[in-house]
């Protein structure tokens, strides 16, 4: 593994080296243009009826192919996928091939990755963070860094979580790959260092990388969940809030509404959501309006399942003896706009604990 670190950050040595701002050259170009970020036009000023027909025509649970043995990525949501869900979070699947990474690159969004399979390590502006299976692992804003994998016979396989478009919508669009400089250099001054993207309090006590065991697992209404990044959790990552959660054998979780949508990743089990649209009347104050009847969405281990923004949600386990585990990741922005988890009905195991609680206070 030395040998290989070694043998990676040569390499990473020689690109810099490289003129690659050469303004004659391309690099990252695409056969036809990438939508970074999609536009909203409508002729009313109400958009209800726009909404109403995304919902109606959209399949909310995908099956995406596994990418083992193919370098690269496989997208699964971002603003240019047809159809068009959402634009809170850009999405998709990464793999690297054994003893192999990826080009080193930059730029200005930050990302979390999710390792679904493999070890390795990180190098961020040429500091290593090493990996390993269930691990969540952040890049910072402004970062130069490289995905490596440490194996030289199994690939690596990571579900990464950006909230891209809301960094590109916000013109932070500088990025690209190591060695890019800029066209006119000789009308710019010398280096500076990138000290406006890097404040005391995002760095100090943070770390790139969190182990399944530096967060508990803990009960709540909604049902057992660990919250691996996001408010209260010390990774240097500001736009995702990330959790892990699991279903006991034939239970569900609690029913919840929130705001943000949210995108679901099923680790194991089967089972089935029920989404509750919930439309807004507006007479004195903003008033909910959920649906009577949900819609249904089946789920197994492997799938992903967009959750659409204002609904009404609950997973339920079908598997009488298996739990079934998921993760899922959300844009933290709209908790920073004031919004929050409203839960509407608690799980079993919620309800049993609270009942030991009580019974336990009144001794």
């Given at each position: 593994?030395?040998?290989?670190?070694?043998?990676?950050?040569?390499?990473?040595?020689?690109?810099?080296?490289?003129?690659?701002?050469?303004?004659?050259?391309?690099?990252?170009?695409?056969?036809?243009?990438?939508?970074?970020?999609?536009?909203?036009?409508?002729?009313?000023?109400?958009?209800?009826?726009?909404?109403?027909?995304?919902?109606?025509?959209?399949?909310?649970?995908?099956?995406?192919?596994?990418?083992?043995?193919?370098?690269?990525?496989?997208?699964?949501?971002?603003?240019?996928?047809?159809?068009?869900?959402?634009?809170?979070?850009?999405?998709?699947?990464?793999?690297?091939?054994?003893?192999?990474?990826?080009?080193?690159?930059?730029?200005?969004?930050?990302?979390?990755?999710?390792?679904?399979?493999?070890?390795?390590?990180?190098?961020?502006?040429?500091?290593?963070?090493?990996?390993?299976?269930?691990?969540?692992?952040?890049?910072?804003?402004?970062?130069?860094?490289?995905?490596?994998?440490?194996?030289?016979?199994?690939?690596?396989?990571?579900?990464?979580?950006?909230?891209?478009?809301?960094?590109?919508?916000?013109?932070?669009?500088?990025?690209?790959?190591?060695?890019?400089?800029?066209?006119?250099?000789?009308?710019?001054?010398?280096?500076?260092?990138?000290?406006?993207?890097?404040?005391?309090?995002?760095?100090?006590?943070?770390?790139?990388?969190?182990?399944?065991?530096?967060?508990?697992?803990?009960?709540?209404?909604?049902?057992?969940?660990?919250?691996?990044?996001?408010?209260?959790?010390?990774?240097?990552?500001?736009?995702?809030?990330?959790?892990?959660?699991?279903?006991?054998?034939?239970?569900?979780?609690?029913?919840?509404?929130?705001?943000?949508?949210?995108?679901?990743?099923?680790?194991?089990g089967s089972g089935y959501s029920l989404h509750w649209d919930v439309a807004v009347e507006i007479a004195d104050q903003f008033y909910g309006r959920q649906a009577l009847e949900?819609?249904?969405?089946?789920?197994?281990?492997?799938?992903?399942?967009?959750?659409?923004?204002?609904?009404?949600?609950?997973?339920?386990?079908?598997?009488?003896?298996?739990?079934?585990?998921?993760?899922?990741?959300?844009?933290?922005?709209?908790?920073?706009?004031?919004?929050?988890?409203?839960?509407?009905?608690?799980?079993?195991?919620?309800?049993?604990?609270?009942?030991?609680?009580?019974?336990?206070?009144?001794?």
């Open positions: 593994m030395v040998q290989q670190r070694q043998t990676l950050r040569s390499e990473r040595e020689r690109l810099k080296m490289e003129e690659r701002g050469d303004p004659t050259q391309e690099h990252g170009t695409y056969r036809k243009p990438r939508v970074f970020v999609k536009g909203l036009e409508s002729l009313k000023y109400n958009l209800n009826e726009a909404r109403a027909n995304m919902l109606a025509d959209i399949p909310r649970v995908l099956h995406p192919r596994r990418m083992s043995g193919i370098p690269g990525e496989n997208t699964l949501i971002e603003p240019g996928t047809d159809p068009f869900r959402s634009q809170s979070l850009h999405v998709y699947l990464r793999t690297i091939a054994p003893g192999s990474r990826n080009e080193g690159h930059g730029h200005q969004n930050e990302a979390l990755f999710y390792i679904l399979k493999g070890d390795g390590w990180e190098e961020h502006d040429g500091v290593e963070w090493p990996w390993n299976e269930g691990d969540v692992v952040s890049i910072h804003n402004d970062s130069v860094h490289w995905h490596c994998n440490s194996s030289q016979t199994e690939w690596s396989e990571s579900l990464v979580f950006k909230a891209k478009p809301m960094w590109l919508f916000m013109g932070l669009e500088q990025q690209g790959e190591i060695g890019f400089k800029p066209p006119d250099l000789d009308k710019r001054g010398p280096r500076m260092n990138y000290e406006v993207a890097r404040r005391p309090e995002d760095i100090q006590g943070k770390v790139k990388v969190i182990k399944p065991d530096m967060v508990p697992w803990e009960w709540n209404q909604h049902g057992h969940m660990k919250k691996m990044a996001g408010t209260g959790v010390p990774l240097r990552v500001k736009a995702t809030t990330f959790n892990i959660q699991d279903i006991p054998a034939g239970s569900r979780t609690g029913k919840r509404w929130d705001m943000g949508d949210q995108f679901v990743y099923f680790l194991e949900p819609t249904r969405w089946e789920w197994k281990a492997g799938d992903f399942m967009w959750i659409p923004t204002n609904m009404v949600y609950q997973h339920f386990n079908t598997d009488p003896t298996t739990p079934a585990k998921f993760v899922t990741g959300y844009n933290t922005a709209f908790e920073w706009m004031g919004y929050q988890s409203v839960d509407l009905e608690p799980c079993p195991e919620w309800e049993i604990l609270q009942a030991r609680e009580g019974a336990a206070a009144t001794k």
